[in-house]
Structure formats: structure tokens, C-alpha cells
């Protein structure tokens, strides 16, 4: 079946430790995207790629990167220098179209 | 730059009841809008997506919604709403990026309770 995956459901970080959120699409699209979700905020974008090799800062980058080095991954880093990680991150992709596909979403909890 | 308001975060409706849960869009050209639905702890599901055309638009799970250009607003509705019906909901804007791909933004969203 075609779908978006993302693992793990759950993550637990210690504060200073980077960690990394994956996601794979095997939906042949073009287009992947990470979303920050917290309670009352809705999505926000985080990062999203159009094309192999290349991506481009959404509106709350920092503290994030990521990597594009194959059209079916988007595996996203959260960095020791993201403040307040702990939040709901949901992993989308698309074609040419507008219509986004979201994945199931890792929960990360910094103890 | 575009943007999305939801003004209920909270609704309840009793089951068979109907529902209208209100979108208000701002962007300055023709818009593509979405409604999402989200379970707890689960991604996004599409309901329905307007692009063109007739601006009443129907999707998924009995659920249909009406782009009115003169009110900036992509209400979302269902004639008889369901005990499995609740849930979070989204509306989205969208727009081409060049070179492929999408943005879209998204609204705090509206938190349905069902009461049986």
C-alpha cells in the first residue's frame, strides 16, 4: 500500500541531545513537508523540499535541519538548540497538485 | 501573506444534530482550501478540497462545504453528525509554490465533542 511512514510513534530526548524524526513516502511525490503541531497553534511549518538535494525554511526553522537525499526520505533533526521541542510532528508529502498526504506523526517528549 | 481563522476552538453537537464549523480565509488571489480531519494522535485526513469550479464541494464521510468569495469563508457542514465524527478539524489555504510543490496554512482548528 501507498502511504506515508513515520517512525518512531513515540521519542523520548534528554535536554542537549539532538534526535532525529524519520519519514518516508513511497507515493512517488515530489514534494515533502515537516509540521510542528501543539495544542491550540494548529500546523506550522518547519521545512519543506521540492525536489531531491534542495529544501527551504518554513516559518519556524530554527533549531530544526533536515535532508533530502533521496525523493522517498525527509528525516527531520531537532537540535540542542531548539528551546521548546516537545510538540507533535507530522510529516506530509504532495505532487504537483496543492493536496497534501500526512503521515501518522511522531510525539516527542523532552524529559 | 495568506492566513486562516477558525473562531470556535470548541464545539458540541448532540449526535444526528447537524454541524457547521466556520473558515475564514485571507489571500489575496483565488484560493485552494481544505478541510482536514484529525483523530487524536493520528495525522491528517482530507475531507474535501475546493480548487474551481461549483463552490459547493462534497467529500468524505457525508461531509460537504461552500466557498463564498464574497464572505472569505469555506464552511464546513454535515446534515446529521455521528458519534464518530468527533474530532479535531483543520481548515487550510494553499497556493502553487514555484518550482513545484505547495504551501499551505492551516487554522488553529475546532475541537468537536459528540454527545450521544
Known amino acids: 500500500d501507498g502511504g506515508i511512514t513515520q517512525s518512531p510513534k513515540y521519542l523520548f530526548r534528554k535536554e542537549g541531545q539532538n534526535v532525529t524524526l524519520s519519514c518516508e513516502q513511497n507515493?512517488?511525490?515530489?514534494?515533502m513537508y515537516w509540521y510542528r503541531q501543539d495544542p491550540g497553534q494548529g500546523l506550522r511549518l518547519i521545512y519543506y523540499s521540492q525536489i531531491v538535494n534542495d529544501f527551504q525554511k518554513g516559518d519556524i526553522a530554527e533549531g530544526y535541519s533536515v535532508s533530502r537525499e533521496k525523493k522517498e526520505s525527509f528525516p527531520l533533526t531537532v537540535t540542542s538548540a531548539q528551546k521548546n521541542p516537545t510538540a507533535f510532528y507530522l510529516c506530509?508529502?504532495?505532487?504537483?497538485?496543492?493536496?497534501?498526504?500526512f503521515g501518522p506523526g511522531t510525539r516527542l517528549t523532552v524529559l | 501573506a495568506q492566513s486562516v481563522t477558525q473562531p470556535d476552538i470548541h464545539i458540541t453537537v448532540s449526535e444526528g444534530a447537524s454541524l457547521e464549523l466556520r473558515c475564514n480565509y485571507s489571500y489575496g488571489a483565488t484560493p485552494y482550501l481544505f478541510w482536514y480531519v484529525q483523530s487524536p494522535g493520528q495525522g491528517l485526513q482530507l475531507l474535501l478540497k475546493?480548487?474551481?469550479?461549483?463552490?459547493l464541494v462534497q467529500g468524505i464521510k457525508g461531509f460537504e462545504a461552500e466557498f463564498k468569495r464574497s464572505q472569505s469563508s469555506f464552511n464546513l457542514r454535515k446534515p446529521s453528525v455521528h458519534w464518530s465524527d468527533a474530532a479535531e478539524y483543520f481548515c487550510a489555504v494553499g497556493y502553487i509554490l514555484t518550482g513545484g510543490g505547495n504551501k499551505l496554512t492551516f487554522g488553529t482548528g475546532t475541537q468537536l465533542k459528540v454527545e450521544l
Open positions: 507515493l512517488n511525490h515530489d514534494a
Open positions: 475546493y480548487f474551481s469550479g461549483d463552490t
Open positions: 506530509a508529502s504532495s505532487i504537483s497538485g496543492v493536496e497534501q498526504f
